[in-house]
T-cell receptor
Framework: DAGITQSPRHKVTETGTPVTLRCHQT?????MYWYRQDPGHGLRLIHY???????DKGEVSDGYSVSRSKTEDFLLTLESATSSQTSVYFC??????????FGQGTRLTVV | AQSVTQLGSHVSVSEGALVLLRCNYS??????LFWYVQYPNQGLQLLLK??????LVKGINGFEAEFKKSETSFHLTKPSAHMSDAAEYFC??????????????FGTGTQLKVEL
């Protein structure tokens, strides 16, 4: 898994609460990505980063924010969790012109 | 915008039979194409990738895929299925952005079942 650790691996939270998911990498990859996986949709890009403090929106960014203060850490925050954000979240990293390497995923349930 | 279509959300084959998983893409630029495999409760693992070199790409576990520009296809094949191949398979196309990163657009996945 290219040294990618996601935490927590499982979380149950209540509607309206903020939630932060963490992705930590040890590969010194420049690029980091957050995807969500839902049945029938495959994986969809939420946000990505191309360097420390450099981030941009992906396809499904509404309701999410990210931060990258260090090369190795990429945080995904759900500002006010909703049931539609129940999903499996994957972090990925990559170097220039390389494939993406994926973490093990975080299963988030919003009740 | 790029897109990927995987025909067949579920494919079932007998052990020892040919595996064929279909992927068609649309892209306004020469694409990078990928096949990933996902086993239950795990992340995605790269099977193979096409990056404009040879059109027939060989990957891990005996899988290969052929890039056909005229058909905008990148189908995944394996001559003889094994029980351990049962998993979900995702085709993805890359949208390179400035600086060389790869944003991936995924298909909806194909669940492969291998029967005795």
């Amino acid at each position: 898994d290219a040294g990618i650790t996601q935490s927590p691996r499982h979380k149950v939270t209540e509607t309206g609460t903020p939630v932060t998911l963490r992705c930590h990498q040890t590969e010194n990859h420049r690029y980091m990505y957050w995807y969500r996986q839902d049945p029938g949709h495959g994986l969809r890009l939420i946000h990505y980063s191309y360097g420390v403090k450099d981030t941009d929106k992906g396809e499904v960014s509404d309701g999410y924010s990210v931060s990258r203060s260090k090369t190795e850490d990429f945080l995904l925050t759900l500002e006010s969790a909703t049931s539609s954000q129940t999903s499996v979240y994957f972090c990925a990293t990559g170097g220039r012109n390389t494939e993406a390497f994926f973490g093990q995923g975080t299963r988030l349930t919003v009740v | 915008a790029q897109s990927v279509t995987q025909l067949g959300s579920h494919v079932s084959v007998s052990e020892g039979a040919l595996v064929l998983l279909r992927c068609n893409y649309s892209s306004s630029v020469p694409p990078y194409l990928f096949w990933y495999v996902q086993y239950p409760n795990q992340g995605l693992q790269l099977l193979l990738k096409y990056t404009s070199a040879a059109t027939l790409v060989k990957g891990i576990n005996g899988f290969e895929a052929e890039f056909k520009k005229s058909e905008t296809s990148f189908h995944l094949t394996k001559p003889s299925a094994h029980m351990s191949d049962a998993a979900e398979y995702f085709c993805a196309v890359s949208d390179q952005f400035a600086g060389g990163g790869n944003k991936l657009t995924f298909g909806t996945g194909t669940q492969l079942k291998v029967e005795l």
